[in-house]
Each structure stands twice: as structure tokens, then as C-alpha cells.
């Protein structure tokens, strides 16, 4: 459904350093320097499925966004879409994707959101029995009722963001673009945000791919991630895999009716101690944490255990560190 | 005295980041120069009475006008200090060490001193090699040069103490646009900017003389151009820093006044 | 068409949830043009002529030019305030809609406050035409509607030129006043009051000359016009919007390659 092929793109930015003197200097001979944005990005993603698409800030997340949806032109590499090349189709393309930029709005911020989404499905030329049925199913799953009457400047962030998506798939799109839809949302909105995203993808194929912070959101999400850092791709997978290459220990946690010296284990080392509650850090590639379990409750009158992978973000990190990005 | 260094200091950077802004700007103020005087020219040209200016005069008039815009125009705002205002975030600009009025002060008077030591060069430069009557002049003496720079700087805090008052406004409008247009449009007629004040008809000039806007730009280009003799120069000195001083504590009371209510109504 | 219209519809809602800025900004828009047929009044009263033409016979050319610059800025608006959207990246927005462009960017504003100053240029235009004699033919009415008409296409031309150029530099903006409030400050006077080279910029470049000096001679019967001729020639202004519509398309195809 979507192939991408050796995208890379380049953009020119000026440099300048702090200070006065610097300031009336690049005045009269400014400096540019070069940045490489893409540099011979390939994937290719099938209908229905949820891509997460990572990696820090300046990565090159958005601009891949962008000549997705036709808004940029790459310098070197190919990209199909439903058989569209976006930028060179892109009156034509665009009709079949929704796109949510979660920082910026598309709704009219003065009128009812209703106004909004009249004046959408005039723009996209949805057939009035369509928009009807869009609009009751969008309506519905979204809970939107009673804040369609209301101007969007008085919704709050999270009734905004369900607008939002609720605006951008008016017209049935068969791909949704998502930048950063989470940003800035309570815990509620984002579940609501979550269910619905996995809702429309299972019910109507709509293909999704999402630029996200939150590792939350990945979790819950996407079956596949696709890491970018520094322009190029890091890793393209399922999540799971990416934990088991990059997961090598785990926390356990144990409470126990009073003991009064710390408990040395093999191949796990105590973080913390005292008289009830003991952690330690298990290295899984010596020894399952089920063996480390066994072996305290041998030893202790153990009350509680607990036990805790390493937050995907830290995955996250290691890998960006690996790449050195 | 420091924060306002500092806030002067950083508008002034951020002022000389835009260099194509400033080429532009000088083209646009050519351009406008040279149309004016075209104008004028074409009004002098089958006329042969005599007015209370020369077209020269008139000519060196108007490119001062060009060159020293940003310290005479009127609508040149601050978004920021708009926007912390109708959005309450002024809230936050009271933790700071420094006062209010001081420190927008500081930040309009950098604003407009970037942007005009940005252009005012060039323009002056090209205006005193073109063919007469396009021909900026010199000042007919060192004194009225002196006294043309005093009434200038003079006239540049009469303007920013003026647009204070109108910042303070937007406190009780709550939308800064139309007020802020009304303003600029009638004080931009009454400083001389849409039409010379020596050419106004003698009952509108006695109006502008009462105003104080004609204090920020009529007053200095005419001291230069010799348009207006020395000891009038001084009387319009005088009259500049009274206004100065009723202007500043006028905005200082309302301001004060007005954050009170601020502070009362909980931002 | 009932696109546009569903995009006036909203933007005019949108203007009146703020009131009383509404109301200020039209007394506001009125006063912009006033002071400056003001500043014509008085310059009159010192001079009393400009290169032959009297005070009434400047005042229609003014209003005129006013009326349609007014009438244009209201529909150009989106295109007036184009440099925001750029820089905002809300044009990112209309470029991942299935629509031209232009009609995206029309729609994204239109400015109802302007109306005050087509009120204002309005009334100039009918002090100057009690005052001055015109003998009146079907011909010269046509010609007097044709050169609002010509002059709106003129303008509204020259606010997509100034729109294309956000796609080159966002900071040279200030240029594009040259062409939007430099072309109308040239042509509130006949253009025969200016030296060769203006004249001949804003007859050939930029053919304001066509609704503002040819078919005022023509009204005022200074000379041997044709009716037909004179009549037609303000609707080459109309002509004038083709190429500027292609620069804009250069320019949206430049942005495509640069991003923002």
C-alpha cells in the first residue's frame, strides 16, 4: 500500500552564534550550513496496519510526514501510495488521507465545530449520505454530541483533539497520518484517543501511522515501530522483538515479614534494602527471573513481589545511543 | 537599570537577525520617498505663488521621514505586550525584579532604534547624491544639526510614552486592533506623516501645535531643514519634554491603576 | 463557487463573535482613506491645481482606485495576509486538501471591515461625479463600471504577486507594500502627473494607467476618443491576473521542493 524507496532530502539553515557582535556580523555575511534530513529512508507498510514512527526531535519524523502527504518534494527516492506519487498526484492523492497535526488545528477556532466539518465535506465533496453516516459513527465513538454546537476556542484540549480526528477522517480516509495526536492530553483523553485510533483501524482498514513521544501510545498501538534517528532508519519491527534484543534485565521487587541482614543472590544485584522490601536487578540472560523468585521465597516469608521490565523508553534510549544520535 | 539593558540588548539582536527585512524596508521607503516628491513636485510645478516651504525643504522633509520612519509611524506595535495583556499572562511579568512600565518601555524604544539604524543609512546616503529637487540637503549649520538630534531623540520618547498610554488602553478594550487603528491613523495625520504640517491649512496647523504627535517627527525634520529657526527649535525642545514628562506619569498612573485591577481580579 | 460561499459564510461568523472590534475596525477602515482624501482636500486649497487637473477631477480618480482597491482587498485578504499562513505552516493544511489552492487561500480570510472604506471611497465618488460635468452616454457609464472592474482584477493581481513572494523569502514582506499600497498611493492621481518612467511602469508592468488615466481622459472628453475603444480598455486589467496566477503556481511549486 505504501513503498518508500531511498527518500533523502536536504535543507539549507543559517548558523549564527549569541552576542551583539556576532549579531551585526552575520548580518552582513550570514552562515549556512547543511542538514541532511532524510538520507536514503526505504519501508513499506501493508493495509491495516499501525505503524508507530519514532525518534527524537529533528529526527526527520515530520519531513517523512510531509512527503508522505505530498506537502514536500524529496531531493533523491521514490515513494508510492495507493499508486499516487503523492507530491505529483497530490490534488488527486490527498482526497484518500486524513492527517492530524496534533500541534496545529484545522478546525475554525471562532465557529461551532459543526461549521467545521459542514464546510470539510464541502471541501472534500462527500456525498451527503456518506458524511451522515461518518458523522453519526464519528459522533458515537467519539462522544462528540454536545460539543459539536460549541466554538472550538472554548473546547478544552482533549474535546479539541477528538474533533480533530473526527475531522480528518470526514471524508474516509484509507490512510490516517497522526502527529503526535497525544500531545498534551489528560490520561482519559489519551485512552479515549488510543481506542478510538485501534476502533477505526480494525473496523474500517484504515491504515495509520502515528509520530508520538509517548511510549504509551506505541504500546498500546502499534504492532510495528519504525525508528528514525539523524535522517536514518534505526530499526523497523515488531516491538516485541525490539524488547527481547534490547531488554537484558529486570527489576524484582519483594516484600517480606522482617529479615534482619540484606540476601545476596547470584547473577542479580540488590539495589536497595531494608527490613521488609528488597530490590534487585536481574540480569535475564543468566538466569529467569521465575529462578530469582523461587530462590526468595525459599529464603523469605515473602508478602508481595513485584516485577518490572525496563520502560520501553529506556529501550529507546539505548538504541539512540547505540547510533549515537 | 540593568533588566532594561538587557531587554534593549536582546531587541536589538533580534532586530539585525532580518537583513533581507531591512533591505526591503529601505526599498519600500525609497520608493515611497520618491513618489512623494514626485507628488509635491507636480503641485509646485504649475504654481507660482510661494509657500511657507520649499519643495527642497519639502524634499529633505520627507526623506527624513523615510530614513527616521520606524522612530515616527505610529502603528509599529508589540504583539507581545498586546498579547500579555489579553491573555492575563502580564501575571507572570509582575514576578520580575523590574517594573513594567520601565521595561516595555526599554523594549519599545530598541525595537524602534533597531529598526532604524538598519535603515535610516542607506537612505540618507542615496539621498544626498540625487539630483536636485530630489536632493536630501544638509542642515544650513552645526547648531541646527545639534538641535536636530535632540529634538529627534526627544521626539522618538514622545512617541513611545504616546503608543504607552495606548498599551495601558488595551486593558479596559481588551482588543487592541480598532482602537489601535483609530489611533495610528489620526495621530499618523496630526504628526505630519500623511500630509507636510506647513502645508495644512492655518486653522488645522494651530490644531497640530496643540497635539503632541507632531513632536516626534514635523518638529526635528523641520529644525534640520531650516524650515523652523533656532528659537523656536528650542521652544519646540521645551514643549517636547513637558509633554515627555505628563505623558510618562500619566501612563505610569493608568498603568498602575490598571494593575491593580489585575491584581484584584486574580489576572 | 459554493465552496467559497460555505468559506464566507463561516469567516463572517467567525468576525462577529468579536463585536465590538468588529464595529471599531469598520469606523477604523473608514477613517484610513479619509484622512488621506483629507490630506488631497488641503493640499488643493494651497495649490489649487495639479499639472492641469482640478480637485473633483483627482477626487474620481481617487475614488476610483479606492473602490476598487477596497473591493479587492476584501477577497484578496487570505492572499493580503498570505505570509501568516506561511509562517504559521497553515498552508501546510490547505496542500493536504483535495482543492486549488487559490480558492483555499481566498477562503482562509475575508476582511468585512474593509467595507468601511468602500463606504468612504463610495461617497467621494459621488461629490466628484455632482461636481464635475460629464456629458453622460451609455458608453461613458459602461466605462466608469468597467474601470472598478478592471482596477479589482488589477489589484487583485498584484495581492497574489505579493503572496508568491512569501514563497521566496519571509522576510522581504515589506516589499510587497510597494506593490499593493505603492501602486494604489501612485494611482489616486493621474498618472500623466508623474515622471516618464512611473508612467510608463503603470501602463505596461503594471497596467493601472489603463483604468486610471486613458478612460479618465476619456470620461472628462479631453480629446478625440473612441467610444467602443475607450470603453473596453479598463477590461485588459483583467488580463492581467493570468500571469500572476502562473507565478503563484511557480511559487507553490518552489515551496513543494523547499518546504518551510
Redesign the interface.
Known amino acids: 500500500m505504501i513503498k518508500v524507496e531511498g527518500l533523502s ?1 536536504t ?1 539549507k539553515v543559517a548558523r ?1 552564534s ?3 557582535g556576532e ?2 556580523r552575520s ?2 555575511s ?1 552562515k549556512f550550513s547543511e542538514v541532511h534530513a532524510l538520507r536514503d529512508v526505504s519501508f513499506s507498510i501493508d493495509e491495516g496496519e499501525i505503524v508507530g514512527y519514532i525518534g527524537p526531535n529533528g529526527a526527520g519524523k515530520s ?1 517523512t510526514i ?1 512527503v508522505m ?5 524529496p531531493d533523491k527516492g521514490e515513494c508510492s501510495i495507493m499508486g499516487y506519487v503523492p ?1 505529483r498526484d ?3 492523492y ?2 484518500n ?1 486524513g ?1 492530524v ?1 496534533g500541534q ?1 488545528s ?1 478546525l ?4 461551532p465545530v459543526m ?2 466539518f ?2 470539510l465535506r ?4 462527500v456525498q451527503p449520505a456518506n458524511y451522515k453516516k461518518s458523522l453519526d459513527l464519528l459522533t458515537e465513538t467519539l462522544n462528540l454530541g454536545e460539543i459539536l454546537t460549541t ?1 472550538t476556542r472554548q473546547l478544552s484540549l482533549g474535546q479539541r483533539m477528538r474533533c480533530e480526528i473526527a475531522a480528518s477522517l470526514i471524508h474516509d480516509p484509507k490512510i490516517l497520518f497522526l502527529d503526535e495526536p497525544t500531545i498534551g492530553l489528560d490520561a482519559m483523553s489519551k485512552i479515549a484517543v488510543r481506542n478510538f485510533i485501534k476502533m477505526i483501524n480494525k473496523e474500517k482498514k484504515v491504515t495509520v501511522i502515528l509520530t508520538t513521544h509517548d511510549m504509551n501510545d506505541i504500546e498500546t498501538l502499534a504492532n510495528r515501530i519504525i525508528m528514525i534517528g539523524k535522517g536514518q532508519i534505526l530499526y523497523d519491527g515488531n516491538l516485541n522483538n525490539l524488547r527481547e534484543k534490547f531488554v537484558t534485565h529486570k527489576t524484582v521487587t519483594v516484600d517480606y515479614n522482617e529479615n534482619t541482614s540484606p540476601l545476596e543472590l547470584d547473577s542479580a544485584s540488590l539495589l536497595s534494602w531494608s527490613k521488609d522490601r528488597a530490590t534487585y536487578v536481574v540480569d535475564i540472560k543468566k538466569r529467569g527471573v521465575s529462578d530469582i523468585i523461587s530462590e526468595l521465597s525459599a529464603k523469605l516469608e515473602l508478602t508481595d513481589v513485584a516485577v518490572d521490565s525496563e520502560p520501553i523508553e529506556e529501550i529507546i534510549i539505548k538504541l539512540y545511543k547505540e547510533h549515537q544520535v | 537599570m540593568k533588566p532594561y539593558l538587557a531587554i534593549f540588548n536582546l531587541r536589538m539582536i533580534n532586530g539585525l537577525q532580518y537583513r533581507i527585512a531591512a533591505l526591503a524596508g529601505v526599498a519600500t521607503q525609497f520608493v515611497w520617498g520618491f513618489m512623494y516628491i514626485m507628488i509635491y513636485e507636480a503641485f509646485y510645478h504649475g504654481f507660482t505663488g510661494t509657500q511657507t516651504i520649499s519643495l527642497e525643504q519639502l524634499a529633505t522633509y520627507i526623506w527624513l521621514q523615510q530614513a527616521f520612519f520606524f522612530f515616527v509611524l505610529l502603528w509599529l506595535k508589540d504583539n507581545e505586550i498586546f498579547d500579555s495583556i489579553t491573555s492575563g499572562s502580564i501575571a507572570y511579568e509582575l514576578c520580575r525584579p523590574c517594573g513594567i512600565y520601565g521595561f516595555w518601555f526599554a523594549k519599545l524604544i530598541a525595537h524602534r532604534l533597531s529598526g532604524t539604524l538598519l535603515r535610516c543609512m542607506p537612505i540618507l546616503v542615496i539621498g544626498f547624491f540625487l539630483p536636485i529637487p530630489y536632493r536630501l540637503s544638509l542642515p544650513p549649520n552645526f547648531l541646527t544639526f545639534i538641535l536636530f538630534l535632540v529634538t529627534l531623540l526627544l521626539g522618538l520618547i514622545v512617541v513611545i510614552s504616546l503608543s504607552m498610554i495606548v498599551y495601558v488602553s488595551v486593558f479596559v478594550t481588551m482588543s487592541p486592533i480598532g482602537s489601535f487603528l483609530i489611533f495610528s491613523v489620526v495621530g499618523e495625520f496630526f504628526s505630519g506623516l500623511m500630509m507636510p504640517v506647513p502645508l495644512m491649512p492655518i486653522w488645522l496647523q494651530n490644531i497640530v501645535y496643540i497635539l503632541p504627535f507632531r513632536l516626534s517627527g514635523d518638529l526635528p525634520f523641520r529644525v534640520y531643514s531650516g524650515n523652523i529657526s533656532t528659537n523656536d527649535a528650542i521652544i519646540g525642545i521645551l514643549t517636547q519634554i513637558l509633554w515627555i514628562i505628563g505623558l510618562i506619569a500619566l501612563g505610569k498612573v493608568l498603568l498602575t491603576k490598571m494593575l491593580k485591577r489585575v491584581v484584584v481580579q486574580g489576572g | 463557487m459554493k465552496l467559497y460561499l460555505r468559506y464566507l459564510e463561516i469567516l463572517f461568523k467567525s468576525q462577529l463573535q468579536y463585536r465590538a472590534s468588529f464595529i471599531l475596525m469598520t469606523i477604523g477602515q473608514f477613517f484610513v482613506p479619509l484622512v488621506m482624501f483629507a490630506s488631497i482636500y488641503f493640499l488643493f486649497e494651497k495649490f489649487g491645481q495639479i499639472e492641469g487637473w482640478s480637485f473633483f477631477e483627482v477626487a474620481l480618480c481617487f475614488s476610483i482606485v479606492h473602490m476598487s482597491f477596497a473591493i479587492s482587498v476584501c477577497f484578496m485578504r487570505g492572499f493580503d495576509s498570505f505570509s501568516k499562513l506561511v509562517v504559521n505552516a497553515g498552508f501546510d493544511r490547505l496542500l493536504v486538501r483535495p482543492r486549488n489552492t487559490i480558492v483555499q487561500v481566498l477562503g482562509s480570510n475575508f476582511e468585512f471591515t474593509r467595507l468601511g472604506r468602500l463606504i468612504q471611497s463610495t461617497m467621494v465618488l459621488i461629490w466628484a461625479l455632482l461636481n464635475i460635468s460629464i456629458e453622460w452616454n451609455a458608453f461613458k457609464v459602461a466605462t466608469l463600471i468597467f474601470m472598478l472592474i478592471g482596477g479589482i482584477f488589477i489589484f487583485s493581481g498584484i495581492f497574489i504577486l505579493g503572496a508568491s513572494l512569501c514563497f521566496f523569502t519571509v522576510q522581504g514582506l515589506e516589499l510587497i507594500n510597494i506593490f499593493t499600497d505603492g501602486s494604489r498611493e501612485i494611482s489616486q492621481y493621474p498618472l500623466s502627473i508623474y515622471k516618464d518612467w512611473v508612467k510608463n511602469f503603470f501602463t505596461f508592468i503594471v497596467p493601472l494607467g489603463i483604468i486610471n488615466y486613458i478612460p479618465l481622459m476619456y470620461l472628462l472628453g479631453r480629446g478625440p476618443y473612441n467610444d467602443i475603444l475607450s470603453m473596453l480598455t479598463p477590461l485588459i486589467g483583467i488580463v492581467f491576473i493570468i500571469p500572476c496566477l502562473y507565478v503563484w503556481k511557480f511559487g507553490v511549486s518552489k515551496y513543494l521542493s523547499a518546504g518551510s
Open positions: 532530502k535543507f549564527r549569541s552576542g551583539f549579531a551585526v548580518f552582513f550570514p519531513t510531509k502527504s505530498g506537502i514536500l518534494v507530491w497530490r490534488v488527486k490527498v482526497k488521507i492527517v497535526f496545529r484545522q475554525w477556532a471562532d465557529v461549521d467545521s459542514e464546510l464541502d471541501i472534500y465533496k466554538p
